[in-house]
C-alpha cells in the first residue's frame, strides 16, 4: 500500500479537526461553568439579602407588637381605674 502525501494531509487534516473540536467543546464547557457560577453567586448573594431584610423586618414587628401589647394592658388599667372612680361617684361605691 502506498501512502502519498495527499492521503497523509487528509488524515493529518481529519485529526487537527477532531482535536481542535473537543478543545473548543472544552473551552465552552468551561465558559459556561463560570456563568453558571457567577449566577449562582449573584442569587445566593440576592436570597442572603433578602433573607437578611426578613430578619430584621420580623425583629421591629416584634418590637412592635411588645409595644402594642403594654398599650393594650395600660389602656385595661386605665379603664378598669375609670370605672372604679365612676362607680364611688355615681353609685355610692355600690357593686
Given at each position: ?8 494531509i487528509s488524515i493529518l487534516s481529519a485529526v487537527m479537526t477532531v ?77
Open positions: 500500500m502506498e501512502i502519498t502525501v495527499a492521503l497523509v482535536v481542535n473540536f473537543a478543545t473548543n467543546r472544552k473551552d465552552k464547557a468551561v465558559k459556561e461553568a463560570k456563568e453558571d457560577a457567577k449566577e449562582f453567586d449573584k442569587e445566593s448573594s440576592n436570597q442572603v439579602l433578602i433573607d437578611y431584610r426578613l430578619t430584621q423586618v420580623k425583629i421591629k414587628l416584634d418590637k412592635i407588637l411588645d409595644i402594642l401589647d403594654s398599650y393594650d394592658k395600660e389602656i385595661d388599667a386605665r379603664v378598669e381605674k375609670a370605672l372604679e372612680q365612676h362607680i364611688l361617684l355615681y353609685h355610692k361605691g355600690a357593686k
